[in-house]
């Protein structure tokens, strides 16, 4: 995970349609408060994907983020279009996986910027999904009339945060840099200790170790010159897990780093 800096300017449809249909999703929040706190009504219908996900806003996303998902740096947009992911979660949450899904979410937050990045569906589907925990679940804010700003996520936000002030790796194991609870959450419920993405690192990791050898080999191996090209690329943030290869190189591909 990186930082994504996102334009301050919000797509235009974000700005119009979204900011009308949000004012209606509130008034309706407002009315029917009870209904939509129980769940016998959902806001379900009334999200607009083609506002939320439109191609305008997916674009700016895609650019941003260089085609990477916002969680797990795999470059995705080559396989498949990826999923405007809403941070804070639309449609309810749970504190913990387990949970009981609370409703109604952030509904307010649905055509938010602020709120939207761009995920591969295996971060957002089968681990983030409505997970939302906060360090102090008593402070959630639940409505549009809420205070979002006591909210304290646990989950990094690449959008606001530094990830790696938080997540470094060793090898290609992400690991928490101060052992607290936000580091600790983000990487075991988001899943960025899984086999597989473990795996395709790790065979990133190995390419990158012979051109950091060949790079730096003494004396010099004609190649050496373009072996340093392609790591100071591998670390650019449009490069595919690039603080794993960040943190590799910052260690010299010591084995026990
Ligand atoms: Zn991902």
Same mark, same amino acid.
């Not at 969680?71 to 639309?90: L, N, Q, S, Y």
């Not at 409505?130 to 205070?147: A, D, M, Q, T």
């Given at each position: 995970?990186?930082?994504?800096?996102?334009?301050?300017?919000?797509?235009?449809?974000?700005?119009?349609? /979204?900011?009308?249909?949000?004012?209606?999703?509130?008034? %309706?929040?407002?009315?029917?408060?009870?209904?939509?706190?129980? /769940?016998?009504?959902?806001?379900?219908?009334?999200?607009?994907? #083609?506002?939320?996900?439109? =191609?305008?806003?997916?674009?700016?996303?895609?650019?941003?983020? +260089?085609?990477?998902?916002?969680?797990?740096?795999?470059?995705?947009?080559?396989?498949? #279009? /990826?999923?405007? =992911?809403?941070?804070?979660?639309?449609?309810?949450?749970?504190?913990?996986?387990?949970?009981?899904?609370?409703?109604?979410?952030?509904?307010?937050?649905?055509?938010?910027?602020?709120?939207?990045?761009?995920?591969?569906?295996?971060?957002?589907?089968?681990?983030?999904? !409505? %997970?939302?925990?906060?360090?102090?679940?008593?402070?959630?804010?639940? &409505?549009?009339? /809420?205070?979002?700003?006591?909210?304290?996520?646990?989950?990094?936000?690449?959008?606001?945060?530094?990830?790696? =002030?938080?997540?470094?790796?060793?090898?290609? *194991?992400?690991?928490?840099? !101060?052992?607290?609870? *936000?580091?600790?959450?983000?990487?075991?419920?988001?899943?960025?200790?899984?086999? =597989?993405?473990?795996?395709?690192?790790?065979?990133?990791? #190995?390419?990158?170790?012979?051109?950091?050898?060949?790079?730096?080999?003494?004396?010099? +191996?004609?190649?050496?010159?373009?072996?340093?090209?392609?790591? #100071?690329?591998?670390?650019?943030?449009?490069?595919?897990?690039?603080?794993?290869?960040?943190?590799?190189?910052? &260690?010299?591909? &010591?084995?026990?780093?």
């Amino acid at each position: 995970m990186i930082r994504i800096n996102k334009p301050k300017q919000p797509p235009d449809v974000l700005l119009k349609k /979204g900011a009308k249909q949000r004012r209606k999703l509130c008034a %309706l929040y407002s009315r029917y408060r009870h209904d939509y706190d129980s /769940g016998a009504r959902t806001f379900h219908s009334h999200f607009d994907r #083609e506002i939320y996900a439109h =191609e305008t806003v997916k674009r700016v996303l895609i650019q941003s983020q +260089h085609g990477k998902c916002c969680f797990c740096e795999a470059r995705i947009t080559h396989i498949v #279009e /990826g999923d405007v =992911e809403h941070f804070r979660p639309k449609a309810g949450y749970r504190q913990n996986p387990k949970d009981e899904l609370q409703r109604p979410g952030y509904y307010w937050l649905v055509y938010e910027w602020s709120n939207l990045l761009l995920s591969c569906p295996k971060c957002n589907r089968r681990f983030k999904g !409505n %997970l939302f925990p906060l360090i102090n679940p008593s402070e959630r804010c639940v &409505s549009h009339r /809420g205070k979002i700003n006591r909210e304290q996520p646990l989950f990094i936000n690449p959008a606001k945060d530094d990830p790696q =002030e938080f997540i470094s790796f060793k090898r290609d *194991r992400a690991y928490a840099l !101060n052992d607290n609870a *936000r580091d600790e959450a983000t990487i075991k419920m988001l899943g960025l200790d899984r086999v =597989e993405l473990n795996q395709e690192r790790r065979d990133h990791y #190995e390419k990158l170790r012979l051109i950091y050898f060949l790079a730096f080999a003494d004396p010099p +191996h004609p190649l050496s010159r373009e072996a340093k090209a392609l790591l #100071e690329k591998a670390v650019k943030e449009s490069e595919p897990y690039s603080a794993m290869a960040r943190a590799a190189i910052a &260690s010299r591909f &010591s084995p026990d780093a």
